[in-house]
């Protein structure tokens, strides 16, 4: 099964975050990093005053459940340094969210699948683009067709 993980960071180097996020997704049991995205520097959501966030987009080809999945990413989190009980929309050292996971449509309290806000979010949506442009997203269609606002929020793409 093919799932899509959103990697973000705005704390301790997020560069370094986020590349050593996807060297670690491609560590968990059962899980096989295929291809990630370039980086993306992105204005963050929410009106909090904070740095900016760099993002990327990792593919993984896994066996794990959804669930276990999350669980595994939550762990990550929490291992470079993020409090789980942090402000909502506030800074993180790393962000991990399953975007997509094969043509699985979940809401439960924990887990929605696809990610809520996909659609509106362009730090999601053009690494998207780039890693995947074939992938149907459940619910929404082919993501080459989802429109990407590529200034506002404010993005730029890392040399």
């Not at 370039?38 to 963050?44: D, I």
């Not at 669980?71 to 993180?92: F, I, T």
């Not at 050292?93 to 979940?106: A, F, H, K």
Request: with cysteine.
């Amino acid at each position: 099964m093919l799932a899509f993980i959103g990697v973000g960071s705005n704390m301790q180097n997020p560069q370094q975050q986020v590349e050593t996020a996807i060297n670690l997704l491609d560590e968990l049991p059962g899980c096989r990093v295929v291809r990630s995205s370039s980086l993306y520097r992105s204005a963050p959501l929410g009106g909090i005053e904070q740095a900016d966030f760099v993002n990327a987009v990792a593919v993984i080809e896994t066996a794990v459940p959804p669930a276990i999945l999350l669980s595994c990413c939550k762990e990550l989190e929490r291992g470079r340094g993020r409090d789980p009980d942090g402000e909502r929309w506030g800074p993180r050292p790393l962000d991990l969210d399953i975007l997509v996971y094969g043509s699985e449509r979940l809401d439960t309290e924990d887990l929605k699948i696809p990610h809520p806000g996909i659609a509106e979010r362009n730090f999601v949506l053009l690494p998207l683009q780039e890693v995947a442009a074939d992938l149907v997203i459940p619910g929404l269609g082919p993501v080459v067709d989802l429109p990407v606002n590529r200034t506002s929020p404010r993005i730029t793409l890392i040399d």
